[in-house]
C-alpha cells in the first residue's frame, strides 16, 4: 500500500489510451478528463459541467461509458481507455460516427464526442442483456426501441436538441447488429 | 479541490486499518458522488484511501436470499439475472437512479 502523501506534486501512472500505453506524473487531484485533455493532448472528450451531469465528457474504460470529469486519473493506472479518437477519425469513421454525419445527428457538435462514445457504451451494454428504465419484462432479452434509446441516451445532453436525429443515428447502427 | 494524501489499499483489512490511523480519511470507491463534493469542497478529506480495486463485487446466493458485495456496481447489480428475475423493484430502483454512466 502505497501512500502519496498530500500537496505532493505527483503520482506516476500508466494509461492505456487508444491501444497505446502511456506514462504520466500528475497532481493526485487531477480528474482522467483533465488527463486526457489537458496532458495527453486528447481535446475529443469535453467539458461540459465538471459534475457529471452532461455526459460530454464520456469515454470508455475497459469497455463502460463512465464520465470521465467524476473519475481521478489515478484510480485508472493500468486500466484501458478508448476515446472518441480511438472509435474512429476522420479518414476511418466507425459505423456511429458515420451515422451521426448521415443523420445530421448534432448542431454545435460539443457533445457529439460524448454522444458517440455513450452509444458505443449502449449498444455493448445492450449486447450483454443490461436491462434499462425503459425494459418493460426484466428477464426478457433486451430490444433497442426508440423508448430504450433515448432512456439508455439520457445521460447525455444535447443542448442544441437534437435529440431526435442522435435517435435516429443510434438507430441506424443498433439495426445493422454491430 | 483541496489537497490529500492518497492510498490504494490493497486489502479490506488494510483499507480499515489506514482509516484507522488516519482521522478524516475517506474511502474512495466510484467516485462519482465523493469527487464531485470535493469540487464543491464540500467534502475536503486530508486523507482518501481508494478501495476501488478490491475484491469486494460479488453477488451471491446466501441464507435464501442474495449477498451484494460493497464494490458491485449499479450497473451490475440491475444486470444480474437473480435481482431481475427476485428482486425486480430492486433493478427498477437502481434503473431510475442516475444515468448509465453513473451507474457503471
Known amino acids: 500500500m502505497a501512500t502519496t502523501p498530500a500537496g505532493a506534486p505527483s503520482v506516476s501512472i500508466?494509461?492505456?489510451v487508444n491501444g497505446t500505453s502511456r506514462a504520466l506524473d500528475l497532481d493526485v487531484r487531477t480528474t482522467l478528463l483533465d488527463a486526457l485533455r489537458e496532458r495527453l493532448n486528447l481535446k475529443g472528450a469535453k467539458k461540459g459541467c465538471d459534475h457529471g451531469q452532461c455526459g460530454a465528457c464520456t469515454v470508455l474504460v475497459s469497455g463502460l461509458r463512465i464520465n470521465a470529469c467524476l473519475s481521478l486519473a489515478v484510480m485508472h493506472d493500468g486500466d484501458a481507455v478508448t476515446t472518441i479518437e480511438g472509435i474512429g477519425l476522420p479518414d476511418r469513421l466507425a459505423p456511429l460516427q458515420r451515422a451521426f454525419l448521415d443523420r445530421d445527428a448534432f448542431q454545435c457538435g460539443y457533445c457529439t464526442p460524448g454522444q458517440i462514445?455513450?452509444?458505443a457504451g449502449l449498444l455493448d451494454e445492450a449486447a450483454r442483456g443490461w436491462p434499462s428504465a425503459a425494459t418493460g419484462d426484466l428477464t426478457a432479452p433486451v430490444k433497442l426501441t426508440d423508448a430504450e434509446i433515448r432512456e439508455r441516451m439520457s445521460g447525455n445532453i444535447c443542448r442544441c436538441s437534437?435529440?431526435?436525429q442522435i435517435l435516429d443515428a443510434i438507430r441506424d447502427v443498433a439495426g445493422q447488429g454491430t | 479541490m483541496r489537497p490529500f494524501s492518497y492510498t490504494r489499499a490493497s486489502s479490506a483489512a488494510e483499507a480499515a486499518r489506514a482509516a484507522a490511523e488516519q482521522?478524516?480519511?475517506r474511502f474512495l470507491a466510484g467516485g462519482t458522488n465523493l469527487l464531485?463534493?470535493?469540487k464543491l469542497e464540500i467534502e475536503h478529506p486530508e486523507h482518501v484511501i481508494d478501495i476501488g480495486r478490491l475484491p469486494l463485487g460479488e453477488i451471491a446466493a446466501a441464507d435464501g436470499g442474495l449477498r451484494i458485495g460493497a464494490m458491485a456496481t449499479a450497473s451490475e447489480v440491475a444486470a444480474d439475472a437473480?435481482?431481475?428475475r427476485d428482486y425486480p423493484v430492486l433493478a427498477q430502483a437502481l434503473l431510475a437512479g442516475g444515468s448509465p454512466q453513473l451507474r457503471n
Do not use: E, I, N, W
Open chain 1, 117 to 119: 462514445c455513450s452509444a
Open chain 2, 23 to 25: 482521522p478524516g480519511a
Open chain 1, 162 to 164: 437534437a435529440y431526435p
Open chain 2, 36 to 38: 464531485d463534493l470535493m
Open chain 2, 82 to 84: 437473480r435481482v431481475r
Open chain 1, 14 to 16: 500508466r494509461l492505456t
